[in-house]
Protein backbone atom coordinates (compact mmCIF):
# COMPACT_ATOMS: atom_id res chain seq x y z
CA UNK A 1 0.00 0.00 0.00
CA UNK A 2 1.26 3.67 -0.85
CA UNK A 3 1.13 6.62 1.45
CA UNK A 4 1.49 10.19 1.58
CA UNK A 5 1.70 12.03 4.57
CA UNK A 6 2.51 16.04 4.98
CA UNK A 7 5.48 17.10 7.28
CA UNK A 8 6.16 20.56 8.34
CA UNK A 9 9.63 22.60 8.87
CA UNK A 10 10.34 26.14 10.21
CA UNK A 11 13.18 28.19 9.16
CA UNK A 12 13.50 30.10 12.82
CA UNK A 13 15.30 33.40 11.90
CA UNK A 14 17.52 35.44 14.81
CA UNK A 15 19.47 38.25 14.59
CA UNK A 16 20.46 37.09 10.69
CA UNK A 17 20.98 34.01 12.52
CA UNK A 18 19.40 30.06 11.06
CA UNK A 19 18.39 27.76 14.00
CA UNK A 20 19.42 24.48 12.86
CA UNK A 21 19.63 21.10 14.90
CA UNK A 22 20.99 17.89 15.07
CA UNK A 23 19.32 14.43 14.68
CA UNK A 24 20.41 11.64 17.33
CA UNK A 25 22.07 8.47 16.02
CA UNK A 26 19.18 6.84 16.85
CA UNK A 27 16.46 8.58 14.34
CA UNK A 28 15.15 6.54 11.39
CA UNK A 29 15.34 9.37 9.05
CA UNK A 30 18.99 11.05 8.53
CA UNK A 31 20.56 10.06 11.83
CA UNK A 32 23.61 12.54 12.74
CA UNK A 33 22.45 15.31 10.48
CA UNK A 34 21.73 18.53 11.37
CA UNK A 35 18.34 20.02 10.03
CA UNK A 36 15.36 22.42 10.79
CA UNK A 37 12.51 21.87 13.60
CA UNK A 38 9.57 19.97 12.25
CA UNK A 39 7.75 16.93 11.59
CA UNK A 40 4.67 15.45 10.60
CA UNK A 41 1.20 16.52 10.69
CA UNK A 42 -1.48 14.80 12.44
CA UNK A 43 -4.83 13.75 11.17
CA UNK A 44 -7.13 16.82 10.68
CA UNK A 45 -4.35 19.28 12.24
CA UNK A 46 -3.65 22.27 10.12
CA UNK A 47 -0.03 22.47 9.13
CA UNK A 48 0.37 26.16 10.86
CA UNK A 49 -0.69 24.26 13.83
CA UNK A 50 1.27 21.93 13.38
CA UNK A 51 4.31 23.60 13.08
CA UNK A 52 3.47 25.20 16.32
CA UNK A 53 3.36 22.29 17.87
CA UNK A 54 6.12 20.38 16.87
CA UNK A 55 9.13 23.42 17.23
CA UNK A 56 7.29 23.74 20.62
CA UNK A 57 8.02 19.78 21.39
CA UNK A 58 11.52 19.68 19.75
CA UNK A 59 13.19 22.52 20.58
CA UNK A 60 10.50 24.20 23.31
CA UNK A 61 9.59 27.64 22.06
CA UNK A 62 6.50 29.13 20.55
CA UNK A 63 7.14 30.47 16.74
CA UNK A 64 5.21 33.39 15.00
CA UNK A 65 4.53 32.23 11.17
CA UNK A 66 6.10 34.78 9.00
CA UNK A 67 5.11 33.18 6.20
CA UNK A 68 5.80 29.83 3.80
CA UNK A 69 8.84 29.93 1.82
CA UNK A 70 8.93 26.54 0.29
CA UNK A 71 7.07 23.12 -0.48
CA UNK A 72 9.07 19.81 -1.04
CA UNK A 73 8.49 16.05 -1.77
CA UNK A 74 10.57 12.95 -1.42
CA UNK A 75 9.85 9.58 -1.52
CA UNK A 76 11.17 6.92 1.01
CA UNK A 77 9.94 3.09 1.77
CA UNK A 78 11.65 1.84 -1.68
CA UNK A 79 8.91 4.80 -2.94
CA UNK A 80 5.91 3.50 -1.35
CA UNK A 81 5.61 6.89 0.78
CA UNK A 82 5.71 10.42 -0.39
CA UNK A 83 6.23 13.16 2.02
CA UNK A 84 4.59 16.43 0.64
CA UNK A 85 6.22 19.26 3.15
CA UNK A 86 6.10 22.73 3.93
CA UNK A 87 8.68 25.18 5.31
CA UNK A 88 7.56 27.91 7.21
CA UNK A 89 9.98 31.28 7.68
CA UNK A 90 9.41 32.43 11.66
CA UNK A 91 10.74 34.06 14.58
CA UNK A 92 10.67 33.21 18.48
CA UNK A 93 7.59 34.82 20.56
CA UNK A 94 8.78 33.09 23.57
CA UNK A 95 10.77 30.50 25.54
CA UNK A 96 14.61 29.40 25.49
CA UNK A 97 15.94 26.62 22.99
CA UNK A 98 16.04 23.47 24.58
CA UNK A 99 16.57 20.45 22.50
CA UNK A 100 14.17 17.24 23.02
CA UNK A 101 15.00 13.78 23.27
CA UNK A 102 14.67 13.44 19.04
CA UNK A 103 18.00 15.49 18.78
CA UNK A 104 21.57 15.92 20.79
CA UNK A 105 22.62 19.75 19.66
CA UNK A 106 21.01 22.84 18.38
CA UNK A 107 23.45 25.51 16.43
CA UNK A 108 22.69 29.27 15.12
CA UNK A 109 24.32 29.53 12.24
CA UNK A 110 24.82 32.16 9.43
CA UNK A 111 22.67 31.61 6.19
CA UNK A 112 26.45 31.47 4.50
CA UNK A 113 27.46 28.96 6.85
CA UNK A 114 24.97 26.19 5.70
CA UNK A 115 27.47 24.17 3.74
CA UNK A 116 29.57 23.42 6.59
CA UNK A 117 26.62 21.19 7.75
CA UNK A 118 25.42 17.64 6.96
CA UNK A 119 21.90 19.11 6.21
CA UNK A 120 19.77 17.63 3.49
CA UNK A 121 20.20 19.50 -0.18
CA UNK A 122 16.30 20.50 -0.29
CA UNK A 123 17.16 23.00 3.20
CA UNK A 124 20.03 24.12 1.76
CA UNK A 125 18.22 25.11 -1.20
CA UNK A 126 15.40 26.58 1.14
CA UNK A 127 18.12 28.92 2.51
CA UNK A 128 19.87 30.32 -1.03
CA UNK A 129 15.97 31.30 -1.59
CA UNK A 130 15.94 33.45 1.53
CA UNK A 131 19.25 34.70 1.29
CA UNK A 132 18.03 37.99 -1.18
CA UNK A 133 15.19 37.74 0.73
CA UNK A 134 16.32 38.95 4.10
CA UNK A 135 19.26 40.66 2.45
CA UNK A 136 22.23 38.35 3.44
Do not use: C
Not at 3 to 26: C, D, E, F, H, P
Not at 31 to 48: T, Y
Amino acid sequence: MRKVYVAVKALILRSGRILIIKRSSKEDVNPNEWDLPGGKIRFGEHPLDGIKREVAEEVGVKIKIIKPLDVWTFFKDNRKTQVIGITFLAKIISGKVKIGKEHTRYRWILPKDIEKYKIHKGIKETIKKLKPEINL
